[in-house]
């Protein structure tokens, strides 16, 4: 069970942090991503990062922006997001899965659990 949080109103250029925090010990072995659906549009990859940590997959639209790592307990990934754009409004959701290509990180199918998603709003 996934549980996403930390969303909220923010300005342009603001920075804010989303925490994904999993139940049960196989939380830690693997991958999470994050994925968001703008209004009015499909769901997209954001950025992801591998069950160990040590590989990150950017979308090219938050590349320089956003960060994606690991908690020290491996119970959660939180991801980053600095310099924040009006059309990075979105509801967030955070997934997980068995993922090891690199090709398959941003592809939502490959995703087991979901978490219900937060709201991250951009005013400019």
């Known amino acids: 069970q996934l549980q996403a949080s930390g969303g909220g109103l923010v300005q342009a250029g603001d920075s804010l942090r989303l925490s994904c925090e999993g139940s049960?010990?196989?939380?830690?072995?693997?991958?999470v991503g994050w994925f968001r659906q703008p209004p009015g549009k499909e769901r997209e990859f954001v950025i992801a990062?591998?069950?160990?940590?040590?590989?990150?997959y950017y979308a090219d639209s938050v590349k320089g922006r956003f960060t994606i790592s690991r908690g020290n307990t491996k119970n959660a990934v939180y991801l980053q997001m600095h310099s924040l754009k009006p059309e990075d409004t979105a509801v967030y959701y955070c997934?997980?899965?068995?993922?090891?290509?690199?090709?398959?990180?941003?592809?939502?199918?490959?995703?087991?659990?979901w978490g219900q998603g937060t709201q991250v709003t951009v005013s400019s």
């Open positions: 997934a997980a899965g068995n993922i090891f290509a690199y090709s398959d990180y941003p592809q939502p199918m490959k995703y087991d659990y």
């Open positions: 049960g010990r196989t939380f830690s072995s693997y991958a």
């Open positions: 990062v591998s069950w160990s940590g040590a590989t990150s």
